[in-house]
């Protein structure tokens, strides 16, 4: 059985930085990409980033570009999202999820975790 589980998130402050995890189990994380999405009261699941399985390349999406990096530990089966300069608007909660091809669309995953939340005060 797959899962994945988030943490890591919490109330910051405007300006400030969090570390989110994402931990896989029951996962080949050489076949599997990992994506962040983020959904805000109200609004649509949207993607963050991803990091792709097959050639390590990474995506952020441009709302967060300079402000994210995504990166992994494969003996920890372990993927992180780095964020820094968080605004008001970053405030959602904040998912992972497992995927053959880092796409946009939440769809094409696969395994989704529960989702850790993000509150960042102004």
């Known amino acids: 059985e797959v899962q994945l589980v988030e943490s890591g998130g919490g109330l910051v402050d405007a300006g400030g930085s969090l570390r989110l995890s994402c931990t896989a189990s029951g996962l080949d994380f050489d076949r599997y990409s990992i994506g962040w999405f983020r959904q805000a009261p109200g609004k649509e699941r949207e993607r963050v980033s991803c990091?792709?399985?097959?050639?390590?390349?990474?995506y952020s999406e441009n709302s967060v570009q300079g402000r994210v990096t995504i990166s992994n530990d494969r003996a920890k089966n372990t993927v992180y999202l780095q964020m820094s300069t968080l605004l008001p608007d970053d405030t959602a909660v904040y998912y992972c999820a497992a995927t053959i091809w880092c796409g946009l669309g939440a769809a094409g995953y696969d395994y989704w975790g529960r989702g850790t939340p993000v509150t960042v005060s102004s």
């Open positions: 990091t792709s399985a097959s050639d390590g390349v990474t």
